[in-house]
């Protein structure tokens, strides 16, 4: 994964998502952050969250159950989280 700042992301998904409010993204991203930071897991298979799409589809889950794709490599993850 890439790693990005939640400012970062949170900018870009809002100027391509007009109807989402910063503030309120970055809220769900730092949440979701603190989750995956804690050991959260997906609630479908116990791997570790997908901080970004956890908080865009509001469940814990993997970047493959959110997405149904295996290859993560091109997507982002927050910086304070990717490890």
């Given at each position: 994964?890439?790693?990005?700042?939640?400012?970062?992301f949170?900018?870009?998904?809002?100027?391509?998502?007009?109807?989402?409010?910063?503030?309120?993204?970055?809220?769900?991203?730092?949440?979701?952050?603190?989750?995956?930071?804690?050991?959260?897991?997906?609630?479908?298979?116990?791997?570790?969250?997908?901080?970004?799409?956890?908080?865009?589809?509001?469940?814990?889950g993997?970047?493959?159950?959110?997405?149904?794709?295996?290859?993560?490599?091109?997507?982002?993850?927050i910086?304070?989280?990717?490890?």
């Amino acid at each position: 994964m890439i790693s990005i700042s939640i400012n970062e992301f949170a900018k870009s998904y809002v100027k391509n998502n007009k109807s989402e409010d910063l503030q309120e993204i970055k809220k769900k991203l730092k949440s979701a952050a603190e989750n995956k930071r804690a050991g959260a897991v997906c609630i479908t298979c116990d791997s570790p969250i997908w901080a970004i799409g956890s908080a865009i589809v509001e469940w814990n889950g993997c970047f493959t159950c959110i997405t149904g794709e295996s290859d993560s490599s091109e997507d982002y993850e927050i910086v304070e989280v990717n490890f």
